[in-house]
């Protein structure tokens, strides 16, 4: 999954300017940026995406990247990252770090040592300490990219069943292919019981929105199986569409799921697999 791609650019725009004082042009043109930043070794350095700002000759690149646990590689990646944005945009570039987890916030804020003297790179980071509470609806739909960081950096807060309801209505009220999107990555970013709780929300279908997000789990699921050919292809979707909603799968369900040759059961798994609260639920 593009994890840049989920967010519509004026929404990105407009959560940006919210949370940091950014010089991004107020108005003008907004496109995806190429997110791979390297030369040689695309893998070694890309970025989860990158948006680029241009009003006239006003440019801003912002590289962002969804840390979900601490990775001691990122530390070098992220100066790269930056200065061959900066060198093939010629402008300036900022990098902006979405955690939802608290501690992994505090090592992404830490100050990078460059080696060289007075340059040191400090991320501005996304998470619970600088997120406003939404639980507004009208709020959220003034700023709905800011609304969707409410919700995937406050896990742990005491009022995230009426953030998660909030955002859940507003999505509602907007374009139902980006609100699948926003939907899925709350899904992807949230842990937890706030996870389930967002879960069975969308498995009740009731918003058009939330029957193409299960739609689109089952058609991944559906089509990795058939690439990997009949009841080992549909084992395998089963597996993935469990991992690619943040479930944990033990290795006895695995096991389970893999040993298992009918393909009518399969098929029956692969589709509660959208709506189970756990990876153990799908046998009930």
Same mark, same amino acid.
């Given at each position: 999954?593009?994890?840049?791609?989920?967010?519509?650019?004026?929404?990105?725009?407009?959560?940006?300017?919210?949370?940091?004082?950014?010089?991004?042009?107020?108005?003008?043109?907004?496109?995806?940026?190429?997110?791979?930043?390297?030369?040689?070794?695309?893998?070694?350095?890309?970025?989860?995406?990158?948006?680029?700002?241009?009003?006239?000759?006003?440019?801003?690149?912002?590289?962002?990247?969804?840390?979900?646990?601490?990775?001691?590689?990122?530390?070098?990646?992220?100066?790269?990252?930056?200065?061959?944005?900066?060198?093939?945009?010629?402008?300036?570039?900022?990098?902006?770090?979405?955690?939802?987890?608290?501690?992994? #916030? !505090?090592?992404?804020? &830490?100050?990078?040592?460059? *080696?060289?003297?007075?340059?040191? /790179?400090?991320? +501005?980071?996304?998470?619970?300490?600088?997120?406003?509470?939404?639980?507004?609806?009208?709020?959220?739909?003034?700023?709905?990219?800011?609304?969707?960081?409410?919700?995937?950096?406050?896990?742990?807060?005491?009022?995230?069943?009426?953030?998660?309801?909030?955002?859940?209505?507003?999505?509602?009220?907007?374009?139902?292919?980006?609100?699948?999107?926003?939907?899925?990555?709350?899904?992807?970013?949230?842990?937890?019981?706030?996870?389930?709780?967002?879960?069975?929300?969308?498995?009740?279908?009731?918003?058009?929105?939330?029957?193409?997000?299960?739609?689109?789990?089952?058609?991944?699921?559906? #089509? !990795?199986?058939?690439? &990997?050919?009949?009841?080992? *292809?549909?084992?395998?979707?089963? /597996?993935?569409? +469990?991992?690619?909603?943040?479930?944990?799968?033990?290795?006895?369900?695995?096991?389970?799921?893999?040993?298992?040759?009918?393909?009518?059961?399969?098929?029956?798994?692969?589709?509660?697999?959208?709506?189970?609260?756990?990876?153990?639920?799908?046998?009930?």
């Amino acid at each position: 999954m593009n994890k840049v791609a989920t967010f519509d650019l004026g929404y990105t725009r407009d959560m940006l300017r919210a949370l940091f004082d950014l010089p991004i042009p107020e108005s003008g043109e907004v496109h995806y940026a190429s997110p791979d930043f390297s030369e040689a070794d695309p893998a070694a350095c890309r970025a989860d995406g990158a948006v680029l700002f241009r009003n006239g000759e006003e440019k801003f690149g912002v590289i962002l990247e969804t840390q979900r646990a601490r990775d001691k590689d990122k530390i070098y990646a992220w100066l790269e990252y930056i200065a061959n944005f900066r060198a093939r945009e010629k402008c300036p570039v900022c990098l902006i770090v979405i955690c939802p987890r608290r501690r992994v #916030a !505090r090592w992404a804020l &830490r100050a990078i040592e460059t *080696g060289h003297p007075e340059l040191r /790179l400090i991320p +501005l980071v996304i998470y619970s300490d600088n997120t406003p509470v939404i639980t507004d609806v009208a709020q959220a739909l003034e700023n709905i990219g800011l609304a969707i960081m409410s919700a995937v950096t406050k896990s742990e807060d005491p009022q995230i069943n009426a953030i998660i309801a909030a955002v859940e209505q507003a999505l509602y009220r907007i374009d139902p292919g980006k609100a699948w999107r926003y939907a899925r990555y709350i899904s992807m970013s949230l842990y937890g019981t706030a996870q389930k709780e967002w879960e069975r929300r969308m498995s009740t279908m009731t918003y058009p929105y939330q029957g193409e997000y299960a739609e689109s789990l089952l058609a991944e699921g559906e #089509a !990795r199986g058939k690439a &990997r050919g009949e009841a080992q *292809g549909e084992a395998k979707a089963v /597996l993935y569409v +469990l991992e690619d909603r943040g479930l944990v799968v033990s290795d006895q369900v695995r096991e389970r799921v893999m040993a298992c040759q009918d393909e009518a059961i399969l098929r029956a798994w692969l589709r509660r697999a959208i709506v189970v609260e756990s990876a153990k639920a799908l046998f009930d």
